[in-house]
């Protein structure tokens, strides 16, 4: 069983940055796929980024240039860095990990998820 926490979650002005975490159980990750969401409410859950375990990454087009995800094997953690904070990047951010044939921003393919942390960029 992996459990995911997130941290780093805030309140930010137009422009900010924010890096999120999600810490692992383990390292079982190491094996796995990795993944940020995130939700308004009201609206569908929506993938921000993926990272397999080759390093291997892929962006929503709205993260594309502003956000980079990355890993670090030895803490067993998970990374969001944000930058150029917009308000429509406002919502519940979660962390998710599985073991899909492939990584995908594929909600499906995520069996284990976080708690979540709240971003909330203000205009």
């Known amino acids: 069983q992996v459990q995911l926490v997130e941290s780093g979650g805030g309140s930010v002005q137009t422009g900010g940055s924010l890096r999120l975490s999600c810490a692992a159980s383990?390292?079982?990750?190491?094996?796995?796929?990795w993944g940020w969401f995130r939700q308004v409410p009201g609206k569908e859950r929506e993938g921000v980024a993926v990272?397999?375990?080759?390093?291997?990454?892929s962006y929503a087009d709205p993260a594309k240039g502003r956000f980079t995800i990355s890993k670090d094997n030895a803490k067993n953690t998970l990374y969001l860095q944000m930058n150029s904070l917009k308000p429509e990047d406002t919502g519940m951010y979660y962390c998710?990990?599985?073991?899909?044939?492939?990584?995908?921003?594929?909600?499906?393919?995520?069996?284990?998820w976080g708690q979540g942390t709240q971003v909330t960029v203000s205009s």
């Open positions: 383990s390292d079982t990750y190491r094996r796995s796929c």
């Open positions: 990272i397999a375990r080759d390093d291997r990454t």
């Open positions: 998710a990990a599985g073991f899909p044939s492939w990584c995908a921003m594929v909600e499906g393919y995520f069996p284990y």
